[in-house]
């Protein structure tokens, strides 16, 4: 696994812009330690093409017809529109037969015509070692927490570069990665993935009623592959310099 970014466990501990103090940085290193002993991470992903779905007219308009150009209504040609936020109108997406109507991944997607669907997680060990901390060592709980959370970013960073490595031999271009639970893209959608990339079988992953993953530090998302290069950055939209005004953030 990548090495994973010091910086994201302090900004998720509160550290904003600084580093902590020594005795801080300290039991980070030993609870990433600790981490790393546990963790079995895995992973699945598979490439699937978009259906636009036309839906009925309403007023005497169809959002959703002309294509996977239309629907993201802009005023702009496609080489004019890079970098500000298409206008959307409601457009239904079907992906391996998952129905997804979302405004947030109608524009991440825009100009795309397949995905891949991926899932990862660290496994149970995390949870485990969280569990244990939470009965007495509560400061240490919440710095495995935030450790984990930076580890199963770095490791879904790992899977989409592999991904992206297998989209470069068509010459095709991933776009950020996004997941259930951004913008009105809902969580309700995880148990599409899970029946789709069939993820308990897979990655030894289950839903809760409420559609949160167990073992909790996993990950699905959706990433689109499009013909332009549109330079987004592997780690994430959180920090990227252009993603207030880019047309295909999941923020």
Request: glycine share 8%; proline share 5%.
């Amino acid at each position: 696994m990548n090495d994973v970014n010091r910086r994201e466990i302090y900004r998720y501990l509160g550290y904003r812009g600084r580093t902590p103090d020594s005795a801080v940085t300290e039991a980070v290193e030993d609870c990433l330690e600790e981490l790393r002993r546990t963790v079995t991470p895995r992973s699945v992903f598979r490439r699937y093409e978009i259906e636009r779905i036309e839906e009925p007219s309403v007023c005497g308009q169809n959002p959703a017809a002309g294509g996977s150009e239309r629907g993201l209504e802009t005023g702009l040609l496609p080489e004019q529109g890079i970098g500000i936020h298409p206008q959307p109108q409601p457009q239904l997406l079907q992906i391996a037969g998952m129905k997804i109507r979302s405004t947030s991944l109608s524009v991440n997607l825009w100009g795309c015509d397949s995905v891949y669907l991926m899932a990862a997680t660290l496994g149970i060990g995390p949870d485990r070692l969280i569990a244990r901390a939470s009965v007495n060592r509560m400061s240490r709980a919440v710095i495995y927490q935030a450790a984990a959370a930076a580890m199963i970013e770095a490791w879904s960073d790992e899977v989409n570069s592999r991904i992206i490595q297998e989209a470069a031999k068509e010459g095709l271009f991933c776009r950020p990665r996004f997941s259930p639970g951004y913008g009105d893209f809902s969580l309700s959608y995880q148990s599409d993935f899970a029946r789709i990339l069939r993820i308990q079988k897979e990655i030894g992953v289950s839903l809760t009623e409420s559609m949160l993953m167990m073992p909790s530090k996993s990950v699905t998302a959706v990433i689109g592959l499009s013909r332009r290069d549109e330079k987004c950055v592997l780690h994430g939209c959180e920090v990227c310099s252009k993603a207030a005004s880019c047309a295909f953030s999941r923020l």
